[in-house]
């Protein structure tokens, strides 16, 4: 299997080490490093840089009040049921996303979005970004587009191709405001993503750009 060519730029990998990135983002990264083994070893070498860092700060002592409200939490998420992993779950889908997929990507309610994409919302996260799967059927496309937050997408499966190259599994992309393209998978099989919008995207085209307040309203 190729490797990812595509990979996070180093503050967001730092971030995830310290802990500091949203969950949409987190799920990502998550995503991407069980492809990726540089990044994994990177994001090893940051958290033992992390560790140290930790070891050289004075510690401060804690009031009751704080010690109280933590033990009551560490209870509450005891009393709480953790959902179990399915022993029948697909071993190709990342283990962060298990919690979201029972089985297998065909398993899901795929919603058609198009004639050739169909996407299922995973969850959304508190800063309103919204965590999905997309599915593109092999050769086919979405419309140009461009965003007005920033997207973030993980290959999971085939790959797909747009103004600025190719993408395979495992690849980290990222698109912002200023990015215009129009994603094509590739012939031999469909394109499975996983994708976070941080804002709606806004078609381009002079026809589909009247699309564009159903697609704000949709997205709120």
């Not at 958290?47 to 009551?72: C, F, H, W």
Request: proline share 5%; glycine share 6%.
């Amino acid at each position: 299997m190729d490797k990812p060519q595509n990979h996070p730029f180093g503050e967001l990998l730092a971030a995830y080490s310290a802990g500091s990135l949203p969950l949409s983002q987190a799920l990502c990264i998550s995503a991407h490093l069980e492809h990726c083994d540089s990044c994994a070893r990177q994001l090893q070498h940051l958290n033992r840089v992390g560790t140290e860092l930790m070891q050289q700060l004075t510690p401060s002592k804690a009031s009751d009040e704080l010690k109280n409200r933590l033990l009551e939490r560490l209870d509450s998420l005891e009393a709480e049921t953790p959902r179990h992993e399915s022993a029948r779950v697909d071993s190709s889908i990342p283990r962060c996303l298990r919690q979201f997929v029972d089985s297998s990507y065909g398993g899901l309610r795929w919603k058609r979005i198009s004639a050739d994409i169909h996407s299922v919302e995973l969850c959304r996260d508190s800063n309103g970004a919204k965590v999905e799967l997309l599915k593109i059927k092999p050769g086919g496309s979405a419309t140009t587009h461009t965003h007005l937050g920033d997207e973030y997408t993980v290959i999971l499966e085939g790959s797909f191709s747009d103004e600025s190259g190719l993408y395979r599994k495992g690849d980290f992309v990222v698109k912002d405001k200023n990015d215009k393209h129009t994603p094509v998978a590739t012939r031999d099989s469909e394109c499975i993503c996983l994708a976070v919008t941080e804002g709606p995207i806004q078609f381009t085209g002079p026809i589909s750009r009247l699309l564009n307040p159903l697609i704000r309203r949709s997205y709120a």
